[in-house]
T-cell receptor, first 117, second 114 residues
Framework: AQSVTQLDSHVSVSEGTPVLLRCNYSSSYSPSLFWYVQHPNKGLQLLLKYTSAATLVKGINGFEAEFKKSETSFHLTKPSAHMSDAAEYFCVVSDRGLGGSQGNLIFGKGTKLSVKP | GAGVSQTPSNKVTEKGKYVELRCDPI?????LYWYRQSLGQGPEFLIY????????DSGLPNDRFFAVRPEGSVSTLKIQRTERGDSAVYLC????????????FGPGTRLTVL
C-alpha cells in the first residue's frame, strides 16, 4: 500500500532564507507524487506533481521538488522564502490499486510553514 | 473557468440529525472525489466516482455515510444520525479523468456536530 511520511510537523524560516520540507513515500508501484498547499481558510492548491517524467519538478511560486527513488524521498524546496509562503503543505501520493490506478490521493499529515520577517 | 464549488460552506447540526453536503465539480470532469479533513490532519479519502457510479467507496467510515452522483456531475454526500466525531471539513475534488490527472479541490464544507 502507498503511504507518505512528512518528517516535520512544523518548519520555521526567516524571510529570504531557503525552505526545505521533507517527505518520504512508500509505494509498490511507480508512484505519482504531489505537493499541495493549503492557506488558512482556503482550498487546497496544487504546487507541483511528479508522474515519472523528469525527476526534478518545478512548480508554482518558485517551489520545486526532486524525486529520489533510491531514497524514496520527494522533498520540497524553495531558494528564498516569502511571507506569503506561510501555509500548510501536504505531500501526497496517488493510490494505485492492484492491476492499475484508482486515483484517490493519500495525504501526509502536513507541515506547517511559518515565515518570520 | 469556474472551479469546484461546495455548499454550504459551513454547517452546524445537532447530534443525531441528517445532513447533506453538495459538490459541483468542474464542468466536463468525469472523476469526483470526497475527502474528510479532521483538525490538524491531512485529508482522508472517502469515496470516488467515475461518472455516475461509485468506483471506490472503501474510505467511507460506516454505513451512516452515503454519496450519490445521479447524473454524473453534481454529487451529494449524505450523513445519517450524525455524531460529534463526524465534525470535520469535507472536501470535494474533481479531475478530468482518474489515474494521474490533477485533482482540483473545492473550498470545503465545515461540518460541526454539537
Amino acid at each position: 500500500a502507498q503511504s507518505v511520511t512528512q518528517l516535520d510537523s512544523h518548519v520555521s524560516v526567516s524571510e529570504g532564507t531557503p525552505v526545505l520540507l521533507r517527505c518520504n513515500y512508500s509505494s509498490s508501484y511507480s508512484p505519482s507524487l504531489f505537493w499541495y498547499v493549503q492557506h488558512p481558510n482556503k482550498g487546497l492548491q496544487l504546487l507541483l506533481k511528479y508522474t515519472s517524467a523528469a525527476t526534478l519538478v518545478k512548480g508554482i511560486n518558485g517551489f520545486e521538488a526532486e524525486f529520489k527513488k533510491s531514497e524514496t524521498s520527494f522533498h520540497l524546496t524553495k531558494p528564498s522564502a516569502h511571507m506569503s509562503d506561510a501555509a500548510e503543505y501536504f505531500c501526497v501520493v496517488s493510490d494505485r490499486g492492484l492491476g492499475g490506478s484508482q486515483g484517490n490521493l493519500i495525504f501526509g499529515k502536513g507541515t506547517k510553514l511559518s515565515v518570520k520577517p | 473557468g469556474a472551479g469546484v464549488s461546495q455548499t454550504p460552506s459551513n454547517k452546524v447540526t445537532e447530534k443525531g440529525k441528517y445532513v447533506e453536503l453538495r459538490c459541483d465539480p468542474i464542468s466536463g470532469h468525469t472523476a469526483l472525489y470526497w475527502y474528510r479533513q479532521s483538525l490538524g490532519q491531512g485529508p482522508e479519502f472517502l469515496i470516488y466516482f467515475q461518472g455516475t457510479g461509485a468506483a471506490d467507496d472503501s474510505g467511507l467510515p460506516n454505513d451512516r455515510f452515503f454519496a450519490v452522483r445521479p447524473e454524473g456531475s453534481v454529487s451529494t454526500l449524505k450523513i445519517q444520525r450524525t455524531e460529534r466525531g463526524d465534525s470535520a471539513v469535507y472536501l470535494c475534488a474533481s479531475s478530468l479523468r482518474p489515474s494521474t490527472d490533477t485533482q482540483y479541490f473545492g473550498p470545503g464544507t465545515r461540518l460541526t456536530v454539537l
